[in-house]
Structure formats: C-alpha cells, structure tokens
C-alpha cells in the first residue's frame, strides 16, 4: 500500500516504500528495510509461486537455491512437435536449463540484501556425428537475474510499472580490474567494503562457488568450487542421450575444493584475494583462475 500511494516522476526512483534497488556495472541486488526472518517465506512463495522446485532452503545460511529448470516456452509449436504430441513430451527438449540462488545477509541498518543470481547449461552435440550429447555450463544472464528481482520487488509490494522503471534506473560504471599485489593475483574494487562485499558475494554465487559460511567482520567467505564442467543440469541425459545413452555410466564427480576469498579495505578501495582452506596463500595457478572468474564478472 505504501509503495501504491507513492507518486512516480519524471526520474525513476530507485527505492519504492521499504525497496531499494541498488546496481553497480551489471550486478543488480535489492535492499529491503524487514529482517530476514521476516522475508523467508516470501521469499520461498516466491519462488514456487514462479514454477521452480526448491533444492536447497537454509534460513540459518541465507540460502535457497532452485532445481535445474527448461523454459518450456521456447519450444516451437510447429508440425513435428503437434505431430509427437504429449507422449513424447520428455523427449523434446529446448535444450538450456537455468537454476537460479537467492542469498539473503543482514545488513548494519537491520534490514536485509537480496542477491539473485543465474546459471545455466546448454546441450551440445559432443561427437561429429551429432549422435550424443553433453551439458556445459553457458554464462549468467544479468538479464533474467534482474526480471526475477523486478517480479520479486512486485511480490513485495511495488507495482509493475515502478518496479521495471526501477529497474532501469541507476546505471554504474565497471569498477573492478586484476592486479598484481605483493606477488599476488588481487581483483581491486574502486568502492568501499559494504558495496564490494555484497558484489564479491554475488559473483561467487554466479562463478559456480558454493558459500558454506562467511564472516563479514574479518571480510571472509569460506567457498568450495567444483568446474563448471562437472556440474551437470540435470540427472537425465539430454535429447540424443535418452535415445542413444540409455545404459551409459557417467564418470565420478571431481570432489570440490575448499578456499577463502578475503575481502580487504585499502586507500580508497577494495581489495580481494584468494587464500587455501588453511588460510594460506593459494597455489598461483588456483589464484590466478578464480581471480580471473570474479573479476570478468565484477565488470
């Protein structure tokens, strides 16, 4: 209601009643003036109110994520598919799947941050004969993170039109670039800590890292990380797959690694470097890679 009454000009404003949206190069993120606690089952109706099951539901971390998911809508309608019909409705395939993570922190005013961040597979055609397939991982869409904010910001209580004006508005330049400091690969961030954190957080979630626990006070997200290579969409094989691999065994999974990403101040920025599990410096190569992946995100 409070959001209905407020009247919009002819700038778009950026928060809407206890909604605020924030945005700094192509990450986008939501801060709303209610707890945690109190966004939860919100935030869970949310997302199966928009047709996604839920395989990870942690309160106590912050986190839920959905299952792998097709837009069944990209499928076209045309005679081969109206002749198939709805028996071989698993069959037919769009062939990209998308799972989405939603990680909610508290942050110093009581309030809560919302981060939503994508990832997704494509099949591909893994031999010349196009006879088998095999899932790899496709980059984020910023674009799909920031609709399901804008419905989000709806369910929440802004109305359509403010919440896509909102959405538009407040455009920030890229400020993060890799650097060499003290011997080490260091992604730097030409902002303060609070606005740095929150986008390291979510380009961990949109990199393929997993956030098993975090410690703002010492600037420290403790992650795992598997290749994204390994990260399969689905336990199904894909199209050709179901015809031709019927009794094909997949290969054992690489077992995770464990690392800590430090988030540092510095003189009028910010600071982020990879460490080991121990809390020692990462091998070169390990540090050099998972720079790389945050700071190509981070622009």
Known sequence: A??????????????????????????????????P?????????????NG???????????LMETDWAENRAKIPQDIIRATIGKLFDNLYS????????????RNANGGSDIFISHRGMVEVYSTERKDN????????????????????MVKLGVSEEQSKAAIAAGVRPAVARLETVNGQPTVVIDENFDRAWRRVGLALDRSGFT????NRAEGTYFVRYVPPDENTASKEPGF????????????APTAPSRYRIRVAAAEGSTRVTVLDAQGQSAPS???????????????
């Open 2 to 35: 409070t959001a209905a009454a407020r009247p919009t000009g002819t700038a778009a404003p950026t928060q809407i009643g206890d909604v605020r949206i924030e945005r700094a190069g192509n990450q986008r993120w939501l801060v709303v003036d209610r707890t």
């Open 37 to 49: 606690d109190a966004l939860w089952p919100a935030l869970r109706d949310f997302w199966q109110e």
């Open 52 to 62: 996604f099951l839920l395989t990870l539901d942690q309160p106590q971390l912050g």
């Open 94 to 105: 769009t062939g990209e799947r998308d799972k989405f993570r939603t990680r909610v922190e």
């Open 133 to 152: 397939t095999v899932w790899q991982p496709r980059p984020a869409d910023p674009e799909l993170e920031a609709e399901f904010l804008r419905r989000l």
């Open 211 to 214: 956030v098993e626990d975090r």
């Open 240 to 251: 050709f797959g179901r015809i031709t691999g019927w009794f094909k065994s997949s290969p």
């Open 285 to 299: 190569t390990d540090a050099q890679r998972i720079m790389q992946l945050l700071v190509e995100d981070l622009k």
